[in-house]
């Protein structure tokens, strides 16, 4: 491979390279480069990037970091100056765009989202198939169903242009569009239960994350207890209504199911999922939710009643889709997962490390 290699010169680079015709772009260990990896308070990650990423993850997951680090390591290494890595392929890329915020423009008379979208724009017409293109939060300034299409629509342009980049965003209908993408992987910044509550972990992972940690964000920054309360409450009123709405709706096979966690099965368009063979698919997951839950529910009485645990234990039923990763508030519970095959047919299997929560997971493979 052709390239050149200054490891002496680049002490946190021990494989460091310039490539001149690849497309792909290795970055072993990568760290943060405002911290200090001696301390022990930077996490480091391998990112292996062959196309575009859609990048979700929980708030303070660490998606800007992410972001703000493969491009400090990409524009470095282009200069042939030291990168945040322990080992770096870095292609010649003809250009390095980064969007992060934006904000309004009195002075021009524009709003935040106009300064958005014009920036956007600017990067999105010059991108090419040697382009490292970068979009934190995207479209995050207009109201959220033309916002989430603006942004599927963008992402089917950066796919077809063949860049390498990661576009981050809570915008989480971009999994339900029937979008055309052939140059797009799906990952996430993972989260563990550290003492009862979700912590991120800071770590790239493959799938996707629709758990926003929101309310417990909100709740460690000082806001009102009765305010997230309400919250909570208003936002499972939505999603009751949603799914009732949803499942009215479709008289055909659905490509997914709310629920209150907010996860939904990905379409077939976005790489290869799940697709119900009849329309009498959602009727079967109806009919299997509705048997578990029963029978989870009399298990939990009987044990109640017996005094084996002190409470009675909520039942929460979650979609996963094949390329899916489980909520991070699933993690360390009890649970039941059912895999629904293409022909009807179920597997079921459990896990109970800890009786507080259940769980049933519905998981949909071809």
Known sequence: RRGWVLPAIYPLSKDYSMEESSSEMDLLRLFPYWLDTNQGNAILNDVNMRSLFILT?????????????????????????????????????????????????PADGKSSFQ???????????????????????????????????????????????????????????????????????????GAEVVNGCIQPTWRLMDGICRESLAFQTARKEGMPDLIIKRAEELYLTMSRSNKQTSSTAHHGPSVGYSNVNGL????????????????????????????VT???????????????????????????????QPPPSTVGRSSIYIIIRRD???????????????????????
């Open 115 to 189: 300064i958005e979208m014009s920036e956007i724009r600017s990067l999105v017409s010059r991108a090419t198939g040697r382009s490292l293109v970068l979009i934190d939060e995207i479209c995050r300034g207009t109201e959220t169903a033309k916002g989430t299409c603006i942004a599927g629509s963008i992402i089917e342009r950066l796919d077809d242009v063949g860049c390498l980049g990661i576009v981050s965003t809570h915008l989480h209908g971009i999994f339900d569009l029937p979008l055309s993408l052939n140059n797009t992987d799906f990952k996430a910044m």
């Open 294 to 324: 029963a029978i989870c529910k009399d298990k939990l009485l009987d044990l109640y009643n017996k005094r084996s645990i002190s409470e009675l234990v909520e039942v929460v039923c979650v979609t996963v889709g094949a390329r899916e």
């Open 344 to 366: 009807n047919k179920l597997y079921v299997g459990q896990v109970f490390p800890r009786l507080l929560h259940i769980h049933v997971f519905f998981c949909f493979f071809v």
């Open 264 to 291: 939904v099965g990905m379409p077939d368009s976005l790489g290869n999922m799940f697709e119900p063979p009849s329309g009498t698919f959602g009727l079967l997951r109806k009919d299997v939710e509705s048997i």
């Open 57 to 105: 993850g929980p708030n303070g997951g660490g998606k800007s970091s992410m972001l703000r680090s493969v491009c400090a390591a990409a524009l470095l290494g282009v200069c042939g100056l030291m990168v945040p890595a322990a080992s770096a392929v870095i292609p010649h890329f003809d250009s390095i765009m980064l969007h992060m915020k934006a904000y309004d423009s």
